[in-house]
């Protein structure tokens, strides 16, 4: 019966060390893309291009009169077609 318990501790204790290790392994090459400079360059450029398709095309919206003074409401301009 010792015997069981000592093997289940030893293998334990060398299970939690590979596990730490390839931890830091994971860890640190996720930190190194994280970091690099191609990978902050590309969510930049992502960052920017969804942006732009969020944002409204003021050409095609009328402005109408404002709520308030932060609110002011902007209305489809019937000129430039809804077929686009």
């Known amino acids: ?3 069981i318990v000592i093997a289940a501790g030893a293998g334990y204790v060398m ?5 730490r ?3 830091d392994q994971i860890r640190s090459a996720a930190q190194a893309v994280a970091t690099n400079p191609a990978t902050k ?3 930049d450029t992502g960052r920017r291009r969804l942006a732009q398709a969020l944002t409204p095309d003021q050409h095609k ?3 109408a ?4 003074d932060t609110t002011t409401i902007y209305v489809p301009d019937e000129s430039e077609g809804r077929g686009r």
């Not at 009169?65 to 308030?68: G, M, R, S, V």
């Open 1 to 3: 019966m010792i015997g």
């Open 41 to 43: 360059a590309a969510l």
């Open 15 to 19: 299970g939690t060390k590979a596990g």
């Open 21 to 23: 290790r390839r931890y």
């Open 65 to 68: 009169e404002p709520i308030d």
């Open 61 to 63: 919206y009328l402005r």
